[in-house]
């Protein structure tokens, strides 16, 4: 039930913003290096860490000096990678205290950083509804700007920190169940999955919602899981194993995706951004 839940979480995730790196993958790291040991800790603060990772990532691509806005899902695979190579001397794998193999760390106090950082973040949030860059240069908005810019403002948003926050439950329950601390929907061909879904329901047909987005990337997603892991099996896949076929998955949906976006179709074409994942 908790994989089914991450993966239509997933889904939803994907069919909203397209793929996001790293975010249900570092989430959950993060508060483990900050002392949340059990599962209920970290389903607590893991989707706060996840919204606070995606908004800030979606803020610093939004002030970068370029002509062309980069994708959300561009950003976080830059410094995620750079992010995992800093937490993994950190962790170690232990039995966690639910039972499962999960990265443990050495530090078992921390929360004061999760408390400041939310704190941080609920100003800048603030901050970020009323300051802006014009061109002008960085402005702060007044009481009678501020009615006009909010509309604008808000739901980027609260897009960005749902999104985020739905990663953080989803990487959280992935490594969970599978009990493998490096689990997470682009990591096990998950969002690969759902990606490929929604771009095969684009090309059957052209009445396209985001109900039908999120059923196809359903489909896709739960497709991808049975690869990875099919059911029926008397034990459980190991987790190296867990994690070679999810990545296969994951390569053979990316070279599914890229051969249809180069087949010249004019309805996928404004699909390119979206797969990059964009706020």
Avoid at 163 to 172: E, N, R, S, Y
Wanted: aromatic residues 4%; positive net charge.
């Amino acid at each position: 039930a908790g994989m089914t839940v991450a993966v239509a979480l997933s889904s939803m995730v994907v069919a909203a913003v397209g793929v996001i790196s790293f975010v249900a993958l570092a989430a959950p790291a993060l508060v483990r290096l900050a002392g949340a040991r059990t599962l209920r800790q970290r389903m607590i603060w893991a989707p706060l860490a996840g919204a606070m990772l995606l908004w800030l990532t979606d803020r610093l691509v939004q002030v970068l000096p370029f002509t062309s806005e980069i994708p959300a899902g561009v950003a976080t695979a830059f410094l995620g990678a750079p992010l995992l190579f800093l937490l993994l001397p950190k962790l170690r794998t232990s039995p966690d205290r639910d039972g499962t193999m999960l990265a443990s760390v050495r530090r078992r106090s921390g929360w004061a950083y999760l408390l400041l950082g939310l704190i941080a973040m609920a100003l800048l949030l603030c901050a970020a509804l009323v300051v802006g860059r014009g061109a002008t240069g960085w402005h702060v908005a007044s009481a009678a700007e501020l009615a006009d810019l909010l509309p604008l403002r808000a739901p980027r948003i609260a897009v960005a920190v749902c999104a985020g926050m739905m990663l953080g439950v989803v990487g959280t329950l992935m490594q969970r169940m599978t009990g493998n601390p490096m689990a997470a929907p682009e990591v096990l061909g998950i969002s690969g999955g759902a990606s490929l879904g929604i771009l095969l329901l684009f090309v059957a047909t052209s009445d396209v919602n985001r109900p039908a987005m999120i059923a196809a990337g359903l489909v896709g997603a739960l497709v991808s899981l049975a690869m990875v892991s099919p059911t029926g099996r008397r034990q459980p896949i190991a987790p190296d194993r867990l994690l070679l076929s999810g990545v296969a998955v994951a390569t053979m949906a990316s070279a599914f995706s890229a051969v249809m976006l180069a087949s010249g179709d004019p309805r996928l074409d404004t699909l390119i951004g979206w797969l990059s994942g964009s706020t």
